[in-house]
């Protein structure tokens, strides 16, 4: 069996939240995480196909579950409202 050498040192999320237009001073310093507002986690996921709520979760330091109630709140509103 052939053993790849070497290692490949993890990319720094700041790349990632550089193409997105993040700027350094939106991070929170003690998570790593954003300050983000409802709107920004919703215009976030309205931007990206391809993200995930756990990624979202991440990156916005809330859980799954409080995601999910931001972007459903207008569904839910609608439904109940």
Do not use: C, H, W
């Not at 700041?14 to 300050?35: C, F, K, M, T, V």
């Amino acid at each position: 069996m052939s053993r790849i050498k070497g290692s490949r040192a993890p990319r720094p999320v700041y790349s990632l939240q550089a193409l997105q237009g993040i700027e350094p001073r939106q991070i929170n310093s003690n998570s790593g995480a954003l300050d983000m507002t409802d709107q920004e986690i919703i215009d976030m996921f309205d931007r990206d196909l391809r993200i995930t709520l756990a990624e979202l979760g991440r990156m916005s330091g809330r859980s799954v579950k409080d995601v999910k109630k931001i972007l459903m709140k207008d569904a839910y509103e609608k439904d109940n409202g």
